[in-house]
T-cell receptor, first 119, second 115 residues
Framework: GAVVSQHPSWVICKSGTSVKIECRSL??????MFWYRQFPKQSLMLMAT?????????EQGVEKDKFLINHASLTLSTLTVTSAHPEDSSFYIC???????????????FGDGTRLSIL | AQSVTQLGSHVSVSEGALVLLRCNYS??????LFWYVQYPNQGLQLLLK??????LVKGINGFEAEFKKSETSFHLTKPSAHMSDAAEYFC?????????????FGKGTRLSVIA
């Protein structure tokens, strides 16, 4: 079963709306969560790295004030797209990694993604 | 810095034919390598991974990949394609398996399977 839950899976909203996407690790504590963005027929591009209890580290070219990331607990990170516009329409995927030393058969567990469509 | 190159954005094979998806990597340190599959409107599913143990890695759904350091390659193969294998495949690299380092993905290869 899924170990990372991402919600919602699909959002359609008007331009100017702020949208919050949640990423939860279901049965483990995630020290680090990553947020990726994927345009149609393209690869995943890392947007930011989120560490619990500290500010997120954004990749070059990603607007911090546009994409607000909060990682307040070891099982939850949120991405808020503020004042979304049509160019923000994309597929957003989160992933979570376990705390150092915890056994896992893979370095990151991915959520199922959120398709964001801004009209 | 690390990077991944997937040769061929689209590969088409007949059902029952050999599947070969190419991946070459660049890394200044010994890499860990992964193949993921993505079905439409879904997240990523790990197919297999190389983490410095056996160079021939077997994964789920009959896929396998061989790490060749001399060729800096990690090509994905499957002896006989099924219709259900049609999807997008991503090769990814990581400098270490700490989990706190983001994966670097290739651009992906879309696999089509023809009946």
């Amino acid at each position: 079963g899924a170990v990372v839950s991402q919600h919602p899976s699909w959002v359609i909203c008007k331009s100017g709306t702020s949208v919050k996407i949640e990423c939860r690790s279901l049965d483990f504590q995630a020290t680090t969560m990553f947020w990726y963005r994927q345009f149609p027929k393209q690869s995943l591009m890392l947007m930011a790295t989120s560490n619990e209890g500290s500010k997120a580290t954004y990749e070059q070219g990603v607007e911090k004030d546009k994409f607000l990331i909060n990682h307040a607990s070891l099982t939850l990170s949120t991405l808020t797209v503020t004042s979304a516009h049509p160019e923000d329409s994309s597929f957003y995927i989160c992933s979570a990694s376990r705390r150092r030393g915890e056994y896992s058969n893979q370095p990151q567990h991915f959520g199922d993604g959120t398709r964001l469509s801004i009209l | 810095a690390q990077s991944v190159t997937q040769l061929g954005s689209h590969v088409s094979v007949s059902e029952g034919a050999l599947v070969l998806l190419r991946c070459n990597y660049s890394s200044s340190v010994p890499p860990y390598l992964f193949w993921y599959v993505q079905y439409p409107n879904q997240g990523l599913q790990l197919l297999l991974k190389y983490t410095s143990a056996a160079t021939l890695v077997k994964g789920i759904n009959g896929f396998e990949a061989e790490f060749k350091k001399s060729e800096t390659s990690f090509h994905l193969t499957k002896p006989s394609a099924h219709m259900s294998d049609a999807a997008e495949y991503f090769c990814a690299v990581s400098p270490r398996n700490s989990g706190n380092t983001p994966l670097v993905f290739g651009k992906g290869t879309r696999l089509s399977v023809i009946a």
